[in-house]
């Protein structure tokens, strides 16, 4: 049994022996000498003892060119393979193992690359490792205005020390990446709603922001400062960036807050421009200065966001609540970013992508919310239009029912005074003349006489009951029933009626017009019955274009001046008649005596 328990004991301090040895170590202690650009090897002498992370710039402030780190540990096993990874470099470097190479960036000299960005890992193998004491040796290119150093270095497990390389570098260069997506994203999908809602400006500055703000985040993941030639060149672009997006995200919080400050915002664009001028003109004062706006702005980027936050939580609705709330961790983080840059803080990494989820969900409520108002405006106000509209419907149908029983009692109106009036001109007109006729016409005058005024006005009463029956019949529709009469009674005189009637279809007058045609036609007819012994009359009515012409011929004994034109001013009563409707009518009326018989001929305008 107590062999048992020492074999468990021992067992426990071999497996914990094990684990401390297992851990990967971190090398904090080394020393470092200055070198010049173009150094193969360190110097001899000049070493000083330094403490990693370390930079330079406070150490050797107007230095800028080489540093070289010795790191020294001990390797118990030089046949096991070890994981080394280099926690930071700034800017470019180049790894020596006992001497030999392991590793370097391509550009050790300006254009410089920038190494920073991520860690290194290296994995270190028999040939390269010595029992007991082994060296690193890294050599170390920067420039003092740009944070130049050297990080942490690890050595260890290769599985543990790969595994921690890859977490640092998830950190540092692919949440980065995602972050420089996303914000790339934002601005592209902001962009296009400004370009299809222009007067929404709020969607644009959101848009410009982001922009200026992935081309702010390459500085975390371009390995070169391309297209520019120098470092200075691309640190002065990268601050113009910054400050262009601080401008930008200050002007959208105005428009997000319903607020517009257009002096201000007129002042901090130009600014802004003119700091772009000067990074593209003069990149060597603007690289190495880029303090002299980033410092400001970065100040007046938290004053905006937590007097954005504030107010939001305070005031706004709900919407510019969750941006606001959104902001908080942002702010914070940007704090601990500024500290690290300013070098207040000894890290290596930026926590401020850790922050582009967080805005990705509120940006995306921001427009969920909106697109959610939007609807609901859009459907009140169909509601409200689909009301109207209603409204709208049932008023004009009253209006058309009222106009149209006002028109149809107008109608029936004028269709009375229509018959009155021509009662009153014809069957009125023919009703006195006979009176006065029969009381000038002695007591024992023959029926026969007292029969043809009454048959006058039988005739005249049919016209104006023919003209007003058929009020919407054409002119060919109109004259068939006086043809009719006319030719019956032509009939029983012995007199052949011929007619010819052309291109009267679809043609229309206006009533009283129709009435006073027919009649005047009636009146040739009624005297061609009575007076004129013809055995035949030839009827014509012809339409010619925008004129409409008469004819009545017959072959009667004619008139006393035979070859002339006869007088209409004077005549008889029908002579007057005639005279009267073919002025009303427009036309121009001649009665010519011909050998034999007479001709009457009438040319009048269709429209009046």
Not at 85 to 102: P, R, T
Not at 408 to 416: C, D, I, P, V
Not at 579 to 589: N, Q
């Amino acid at each position: 049994m107590r062999v048992l328990l020492a074999l468990l004991v021992a067992l426990l301090l071999a497996g914990n022996t094990f684990a401390q040895a297992a851990q990967p170590l971190t090398l904090t202690h080394a020393e470092a000498v200055r070198g010049d650009w173009h150094d193969t090897a360190p110097p001899v002498d000049g070493w000083v003892p330094v403490t990693l992370m370390e930079l330079w710039t406070p150490r050797w402030p107007d230095h800028d060119g080489v540093v070289w780190y010795r790191l020294r540990w001990q390797q118990a096993d030089a046949d096991a393979p070890v994981g080394l990874m280099l926690d930071y470099i700034c800017m470019a470097g180049a790894v020596y193992v006992n001497g030999s190479l392991v590793g370097r960036d391509r550009s050790l000299v300006e254009p410089l690359s920038r190494s920073w960005i991520t860690p290194q890992y290296y994995l270190l193998d028999a040939p390269l490792l010595q029992q007991g004491e082994n060296e690193l040796l890294v050599r170390v290119s920067g420039l003092t205005a740009y944070q130049p150093g050297l990080g942490t270095v690890t050595v260890g497990d290769p599985v543990q020390v790969e595994a921690k390389y890859r977490a640092n570098k998830r950190a540092r260069f692919d949440l980065q990446m995602l972050d420089t997506a996303i914000g790339a994203v934002l601005a592209a999908l902001f962009g296009l709603f400004w370009l299809l809602r222009r007067q929404d400006t709020t969607y644009g500055w959101y848009a410009a922001g982001g922009l200026f703000g992935m081309l702010y985040g390459l500085n975390w993941v371009n390995t070169s400062p391309w297209p520019f030639a120098t470092t200075d060149g691309w640190q002065a672009f990268n601050g113009a960036c910054y400050l262009a997006l601080v401008a930008c995200y200050a002007v959208f919080l105005l428009r997000f807050a319903d607020r517009r400050w257009p002096r201000s915002e007129r002042t901090l664009l130009a600014l802004a421009a003119l700091v772009f001028v000067l990074a593209l003109l003069l990149p060597q004062v603007a690289g190495p200065h880029r303090n002299v706006w980033i410092l400001p702005a970065m100040a007046f980027n938290y004053v905006c966001g937590f007097t954005f936050m504030v107010w939001a939580l305070r005031h706004g609705r709900a919407d510019q609540k969750v941006l606001g709330l959104c902001y908080a961790i942002p702010l914070l983080l940007a704090v601990h970013d500024a500290g690290v840059y300013l070098g207040l803080i000894r890290a290596d990494s930026y926590l401020m992508s850790f922050a582009s989820p967080l805005m990705l969900l509120g940006m995306g409520f921001v427009l969920a919310h909106r697109f959610t108002a939007t609807m609901k405006r859009v459907e009140g106000f169909n509601i409200e239009l689909k009301q109207e509209v209603q409204a709208a419907t049932t008023q004009l149908a009253d209006t058309l029912n009222q106009q149209h029983a006002l028109e149809l009692a107008h109608s029936r109106a004028g269709e009375r005074l229509q018959l009155v009036r021509d009662l009153h001109d014809g069957f009125g007109g023919t009703l006195v003349g006979a009176i006065a006729r029969l009381e000038q016409t002695p007591g024992d005058a023959p029926k026969e006489q007292l029969i043809d005024l009454l048959k006058e006005m039988r005739d005249d009463l049919r016209l104006v009951i023919d003209t007003t029956a058929q009020e919407q019949a054409d002119l060919a529709q109109l004259i068939a029933p006086l043809r009719h009469r006319a030719s019956r009674l032509l009939d029983a005189a012995d007199i052949d009626a011929r007619w010819q009637v052309d291109g009267l279809d679809d043609v229309h007058l206006e009533p009283a017009r129709s009435l006073d045609l027919l009649r005047l036609l009636q009146e040739a007819l009624t005297n061609v019955f009575k007076h004129s012994h013809a055995r035949r009359v030839d009827v014509r009515i012809a339409r010619e274009g925008g004129r409409l012409h008469v004819q009545v011929q017959d072959d009667g004994v004619g008139l006393a001046d035979a070859g002339n034109v006869v007088r209409l001013d004077g005549g008889g009563a029908g002579f007057a008649s005639m005279r009267l409707r073919a002025r009303r009518l427009g036309g121009d009326l001649r009665i010519e005596a011909t050998s034999p018989g007479t001709c009457l001929l009438l040319d009048m305008p269709l429209v009046a």
